[in-house]
């Protein structure tokens, strides 16, 4: 089974995107257990220490954005790698 790059691409690109909108609502909503879940993934690394929330929109948008275009670069990477060892 081959991968199209730009629909693999798309589909992690959107994937990372709701799950980024998801996670931005969790920190406004529930910031102590969203502070929680991020220090249990840094193997208990103090993270609230050398850094605070930034809630504000511009923040938002830039990450949303360099987030979704990071993942798209990374899927239509992905693709074309997987199509090329497919082949082989």
């Known amino acids: 089974m081959?991968?199209?790059p730009n629909a693999t691409a798309n589909a992690a690109a959107v994937t990372v995107?709701?799950?980024f909108i998801f996670c931005r609502l969790a920190v406004a909503l529930l910031p102590d257990?969203?502070?929680a879940i991020a220090q249990s993934w840094?193997?208990?690394l103090e993270i609230s220490k050398i850094s605070?929330?930034?809630l504000s929109l511009s923040s938002f948008i830039l990450g949303l954005v360099t987030s979704a275009g990071g993942t798209w670069l990374v899927g239509y990477v992905f693709a074309n790698t997987?199509?090329?060892f497919v082949k082989k």
Do not use: R
Request: without cysteine.
């Open 2 to 4: 081959k991968h199209e």
């Open 17 to 19: 995107a709701i799950i």
């Open 33 to 35: 257990l969203t502070m």
């Open 42 to 44: 840094f193997h208990g």
């Open 52 to 54: 605070g929330w930034n």
């Open 82 to 84: 997987y199509n090329y």
